[in-house]
């Protein structure tokens, strides 16, 4: 069996177990590995599970915990583990950037980008600097989606080139937020495109959320209303509601001039949007102004 996706041995590759709308569960099972991991005494090993649990511990915004996890890591780390020094700067990024400290993130961030391109690590290579690209203001953040792209489209690591989804999706959200909405639109089709030939039900969601968000920039608002309401039912259907979809129905609505059939659909948005406590962290202006268009008062909530 394969350990972090490409080493021969006898312990599990732990990358095969993250789930990243649980980062709790994951990083219990993370957690159940350590002691084979410390009793095989495969420092390279134990160490990319490490940075794992610390990128799991920084989604659930215990950002002291991801840097002492981190902190373990170090005495592992050697000119002969290229992996794992790649992980280790990608996490130390991630861990910063989630705490709101997007400058902070990018020097590592950009050195994890140049020791992965010189250690023929392709599929990290790209996750560095798809990293770079979100911490960094829009006309950077198109060079950097473009070089990942780039290296992505040509690389004959199939990790890699499963990197295609998210970066035409990337790549599109930095274009909306130049203002080029048709190109953007172009994008979130080829991304909507991909994965479908892969055959991802959620990812296929996100993607037609994203087609449908960019048709009400270019003033398409019933087109993007359509797929929006499909959406909400399909959701709520798998008993997944999703507060999103919700929040780009009211805003759809609002701009077609129908603000008391938006009002309902901000209330959900809100109700489901309000229990994620990273958004209630990173954007609670965003929240503040759903309660609003909904008349919910936050405190009785």
């Keep these: 069996m394969t350990f972090g996706g490409d080493s ?10 993250w789930d990243f ?39 659930q915004r215990r950002f002291q915990e ?18 794992l020094g790649v992980r280790y700067l990608l996490e130390r990024g991630r861990v910063r950037n989630s705490a709101g400290k997007p400058s902070e993130a990018d020097p590592f961030f950009r050195e994890a980008w140049t020791l992965a391109r010189r250690s023929g690590l392709d599929n990290l290579a790209i996750d ?9 203001p829009p006309d950077t953040a198109l060079a950097w989606n473009r070089r990942a792209l780039d290296l992505a489209e040509k690389s004959e690591d199939v990790r890699a080139r499963r990197w295609l989804g998210s970066l035409y999706n990337n790549l599109g959200w930095t274009h909306h937020d130049k203002g080029d909405h048709e190109e953007a639109l172009r994008l979130f089709r080829k991304a ?36 929006q309401l499909r959406l909400a039912r399909e959701g709520e259907a798998d008993g997944e509601p999703d507060g999103f979809v919700y929040e780009e129905l009211g805003e759809c609505l609002a701009t077609l ?25 990173s954007e609670p202006e965003r929240l503040a102004r759903l309660a609003r268009l909904g008349g919910v008062d936050p405190g009785g909530r």
């Design 8 to 17: 021969a041995g006898a312990l599990p590759d732990f990358m095969s177990l």
């Design 21 to 59: 709308q649980h980062p709790e569960s994951t990083e219990a099972r993370f957690r159940l590995l350590l002691p084979a991991a410390r009793d095989s005494a495969d420092e390279d090993y134990l160490g990319q599970l490490l940075t794992q649990i610390a990128r799991a511990q920084g989604l």
């Design 66 to 83: 991801a840097d002492g996890t981190l902190d373990q890591v170090k005495p592992f780390l050697r000119d002969d583990r290229p992996k």
């Design 128 to 136: 560095a600097a798809h990293m770079v690209a979100i911490v960094t």
């Design 192 to 227: 909507l495109e991909w994965r479908k030939e892969q055959g991802q039900p959620l990812e296929i969601r996100i993607a037609e959320w994203s087609v449908a968000r960019v048709l009400r920039s270019l003033g398409r608002a019933e087109e993007g209303l359509e797929i």
């Design 257 to 281: 001039g129908r603000e008391r059939e938006a009002q309902p659909w901000f209330v959900k948005a809100y109700e489901v949007l309000s229990k994620d406590p990273g958004l209630s962290a």
